[in-house]
């Protein structure tokens, strides 16, 4: 039973269009996280949420917008993609501090 | 603000030998360190956790890694690398006073038989 979960593993698509990437945990933790990990394996946080409510929002573009319908949940919509966004997504769970449980990640490819 | 710095983008050993990968973290407050390792097309894993409790942490599959608060270091050792440690390693630091995870830009292993 896969403890953090992401859909769709792979994403193909054309610069400008809007894509959604879903994550669900089976763990009970209250926080989640969503990282993004670079061509060259760099990982930066992205935002976390504890309980359903926004903890950390980095210096991320707002055509990023997370939401957490419920403390297990934590989606992530990008408008308008562009080719700069092209990258793995991982999302993430704790239950202590550091303490991360990750997905699979999911390969978005913009073209 | 925190940060880790890893010393070696690659590291290579021969199947046997000893696995050291360095890290070195700055922090003005007490630090919580951490290494994960990242398998081809897989998301990161735990392998062992710092958190002011004893200075020699032991992890997962044979690795642990020592606290030197003298040397802002937080090295990743095995004393006998496996095939099956070839990996990406990447060490990372948070504080009390954060929920924030700063990954280093990691160090790839490669195991060679």
């Known amino acids: 039973d896969t403890a953090v979960s992401q859909t769709p593993k792979y994403l193909v698509t054309q610069m400008g269009n809007d894509k959604s990437i879903k994550c669900e945990q089976n763990?009970?933790?209250?926080?989640m996280y969503w990282y993004k990990q670079d061509s060259k394996k760099f990982l930066k946080i992205m935002f976390s949420y504890n309980n359903k409510e926004l903890i950390i929002n980095e210096t991320v573009p707002n055509r990023f917008s997370p939401k957490s319908p419920d403390k297990a949940h934590l989606n992530l919509h990008i408008n308008s993609l562009e080719l700069g966004d092209s990258a793995v997504y991982f999302c993430?769970?704790?239950?202590?501090?550091?303490?991360?449980?990750f997905g699979e990640g999911s390969r978005l490819t913009v073209l | 603000a925190q940060s880790v710095t890893q010393l070696g983008s690659h590291v290579s050993v021969s199947e046997g030998a000893l696995v050291l990968l360095r890290c070195n973290y700055s922090s003005s407050v007490p630090p919580y360190l951490f290494w994960y390792v990242q398998y081809p097309n897989q998301g990161l894993q735990l392998l062992l956790k710092y958190t002011s409790a004893a200075t020699l942490v032991k992890g997962i599959n044979g690795f642990e890694a020592e606290f030197k608060k003298s040397e802002t270091s937080f090295h990743l050792t095995k004393p006998s690398a496996h095939m099956s440690d070839a990996a990406e390693y990447f060490c990372?630091?948070?504080?009390?006073?954060?929920?924030?995870?700063?990954f280093g830009t990691g160090t790839r292993l490669q195991v060679f038989p």
């Open positions: 993430a769970s704790s239950l202590d501090r550091g303490e991360l449980f």
């Open positions: 763990l009970g933790h209250d926080t």
């Open positions: 990372a630091v948070t504080t009390d006073n954060t929920d924030k995870l700063i």
